[in-house]
Nanobody, 124 residues
Framework: VQLQASGGGSVQPGGSLRLSCTVSGPSFRGYSVGWFRQGPGKEREFVAAVAASNMRAYYGDSVNGRFTISRDNAKNTVTLQMNSLKPEDTAVYYC??????????????????WGQGTLVTVSS
């Protein structure tokens, strides 16, 4: 399984960005897919994910209401729409895929496959 992330860049506070991740390999529908981020000197933080078991979206507290995750099982893609961006959203964003269940959906260790990361910078 390979993941390819795209869509990062620089934006002013209050702006929007859209990240995409394409997953190659078999059984995409059987994987939970999610986005995590890691800022300088920080641990990897859960952003959002869609669970394979129920196809529902889950969000980290810091992005809930501003970010929207979606997945397209026909195209093997997962997208993160980020609105009302703040400087504290600045980080490298990683997409992940794995056998995460609902109780582990926010844990990086529940994802066995990762993309290369894409940088998001929010600054005026």
């Amino acid at each position: 399984v390979q993941l390819q992330a795209s869509g990062g860049g620089s934006v002013q506070p209050g702006g929007s960005l859209r990240l995409s991740c394409t997953v190659s390999g078999p059984s995409f529908r059987g994987y939970s897919v999610g986005w995590f981020r890691q800022g300088p000197g920080k641990e990897r933080e859960f952003v959002a994910a869609v669970a394979a078991s129920n196809m529902r979206a889950y969000y980290g507290d810091s992005v809930n209401g501003r970010f929207t995750i979606s997945r397209d099982n026909a195209k093997n893609t997962v997208t993160l729409q980020m609105n009302s961006l703040k400087p504290e959203d600045t980080a490298v964003y990683y997409c992940g895929a794995g056998r995460a269940i609902i109780s582990t959906i926010s844990r990086p260790t529940a994802y066995g496959y990762w993309g290369q990361g894409t940088l998001v910078t929010v600054s005026s």
